[in-house]
Structure formats: C-alpha cells, structure tokens
C-alpha cells in the first residue's frame, strides 16, 4: 500500500489492465474493495475508469462492491461513460448486468443514466 495515497498493487494492476497480476493478488488475499485516500477509488472503479472489461470481470467475480463511489460521488458506470475508452460499452454493459442480477439496478449510476 502506498502509505501517502492508501493506492495498493491492486489498483495498479486494475488501472493498467494487468489481469494476470491482478489474478495473483486477487489469489494471495488482496483486499478487493479497499479505498485509496486521493480520490477515493477502488481497484474496480480504477479497472472500470480505464474500460478494462477482463479485470472488471475478475474483480466482481472476486466480490467487490459493485456500487462503490469515488470521492465525489461517482459510480463505475459514470467513471467508464467519462472516460470513454475503448470498450467502455461493453464495461457498462457487464456492470448493469451485474447490478440487474443483483436486483438494485437503481444504484447503477449516480444520475441513473
């Protein structure tokens, strides 16, 4: 963890799109939902933010909160619309599917979206 963000190797892995190295961690005891102090980001917000659909897809499968916000107030779904990376559809696609089955399809987007 970076003692002045509260970042972990996660994050990293999450933000760059590094599936293999967020399978290890995720393997090794990763906190899945922990919260950087900067910008109040996880590792799935960091993954959907940079439309990286196969850490998107391991990090739900792995638990983490999928209606998480960022500092101010943002969801996946808004970060992955804003940033509008390549695939950030289909991003949004798995995460509203995922919210769908999960039967609080509200939470989905901050501006309901």
Known sequence: ???DTGGTA???AALNGQQQCLDVLLKHGA???AVEEEFGMTAFL???????LRCVERLIKAGCNIYAKEA???TAID???ENMRLGWERVVEMIKDEMTKSGDFEQASSDSG
């Not at 960091?46 to 990286?52: C, G, L, R, V």
């Open 72 to 74: 101010s107030g943002l």
């Open 79 to 81: 970060l992955a619309k």
């Open 1 to 3: 963890m970076d003692p």
């Open 10 to 12: 996660l994050m990293i």
């Open 46 to 52: 960091w993954a959907s933010h940079a439309a990286h």
């Open 31 to 33: 906190k899945v939902d």
